[in-house]
């Protein structure tokens, strides 16, 4: 069974930091683009940072270029999102999505709800 | 950035009768190698969104053939053949043509 399970996330005053983790299981995760898309509450979807199976390819929108990085650790099956200078509009549920081209099959974990509060 | 456009904003649909959601691109999905760069959504409420429909017109596994997508460089069309109940919720489309990809801001779903 599939699963990507995210972590990490919280309440954060604007300008904080976080890190957020997510666990993969049952694909092959080393072979597998990876990314982090947003929900903002009540919102549609954004596309955060994208990285490529061996993370040498990273790709971020404009609105968290030089705030956010994303990263991967392939032996542990593990993706992350570090987050710095944290602003209100980042609030939002936080998704990790796996790109698994071998089976056209895409996974999404469950989420995990970042607050930018004070 | 490429701006995706849906509508409508709303659709009430009938159990068991089609229905059928648009989405435009600002400029083509289309790359060299000829494929469009066009996947579809579904999000239920209080779940994650899921796959239907990647590169145009390719179903992900295990997804019912009653959804099929079609479409031109920008004009792209969801249908779903008879609607059920389990079908209830947003759908999005979404670019991976560019980065940055872009979703369309959703099409509500509901039972009439």
């Known amino acids: 069974e599939v699963q990507l399970v995210e972590s990490g996330g919280g309440l954060v005053q604007p300008g904080g930091s976080l890190r957020l983790s997510c666990a993969g299981s049952?694909?092959?995760?080393?072979?597998?683009?990876m990314s982090w898309v947003r929900q903002a509450p009540g919102k549609g979807l954004e596309w955060v940072a994208h990285i490529n199976p061996d993370g040498g390819e990273i790709y971020y929108v404009d609105s968290v270029k030089g705030r956010f990085t994303i990263s991967r650790d392939n032996a542990k099956y593990s993706l992350y999102l570090q987050m710095n200078s944290l602003r209100d509009e980042a609030t939002a549920i936080y998704f990790c999505?796996?790109?698994?081209?071998?089976?056209?099959?895409?996974?999404w974990g469950q989420g995990t709800l970042v607050t930018v509060s004070s | 950035d490429i701006v995706m456009t849906q509508s409508p904003l709303s659709l009430p649909v009938t159990l068991g009768q089609p229905a059928s959601i648009s989405c435009r691109s600002s400029q083509s999905l289309v790359k060299s190698d000829g494929n469009t760069f066009l996947m579809w959504f579904h999000q239920r409420p209080g779940q994650s969104p899921r796959r239907l429909i990647f590169n145009l017109s390719k179903r992900e596994p295990g997804v019912p053939d009653r959804f099929s997508g079609s479409g031109t460089g920008t004009d792209f069309t969801l249908k779903i053949s008879r609607v059920e109940a389990e079908d209830i919720g947003i759908y999005y489309c979404m670019q991976n043509c560019l980065w940055p990809h872009t979703f369309g801001g959703g099409t509500k779903v509901e039972i009439k």
């Open positions: 999505v796996a790109w698994d081209d071998s089976r056209n099959s895409n996974y």
């Open positions: 049952g694909f092959t995760f080393p072979s597998c683009w």
